[in-house]
């Protein structure tokens, strides 16, 4: 009965060690827990290469990031290996951002012009310009329109003796009507399909209304005042 006591006291002061030993482990790993979670995480200040590539888990080539002519160049790709947005340097030596279709064709672009200024212009199915904007050599602003062929239909823009000027064209790309706003005052042209005027309307440089007609050839054939 003896041996059995004496046993059973043994067995008791093992346990309350094991105890003592887990209990202190949890206590360390909780410690080390909160500890982790208090500590920031290692992020560099800069990170330097010639290029760069993000690729998918199939190599694909999904980012570019690489030098152009001595300027910085950036491609974004579809799964497919198609172009979807470039961040370029323009021949001018400005920057320009074109973004493509699913077959990787531009559908539109933002750029500088050759003389200095924006420029931004939208593509049709087939490639050609429909619409663009930008600026002149006079530094005004324009707008055109053009049709499913990329030929200019209507011109908004500034003309060079003050005022606005919007014309419209015809499919032989020659002008048909012209709206202008000169400092003598508004003034409107229409032109038959030889690219002869044959109505004038507007403002004379006196300040006068003035309508005036033409025939088929451009010759006046009357006006109101005479």
Known sequence: MRNLEERLTKMEKTINIYRMIFGAMITIGFTFVLMSADKKQFVPDRIQAKSFEVVDDYGNVLVSLKPENGNGLVNTYSKAGYRLVSLFPSDGGGGGINTFDTDGQVNFKVTRTMDGG???????????EVFEVGTTTANSGYFRVNDRDG???????YTTDGGGYFSLFNRKNEESMKFSTPDAGARVGLYNGLNNRVIYLGTQENKDGNITVYNASGSRTGSVPN
Not at 151 to 156: F, P
Request: proline fraction near 0%; hydrophobic fraction near 45%.
């Open 118 to 128: 924006g420029y931004m212009a939208l593509f049709n199915s087939d490639r050609k």
């Open 151 to 157: 030929e200019k239909l209507a011109w908004l823009t």
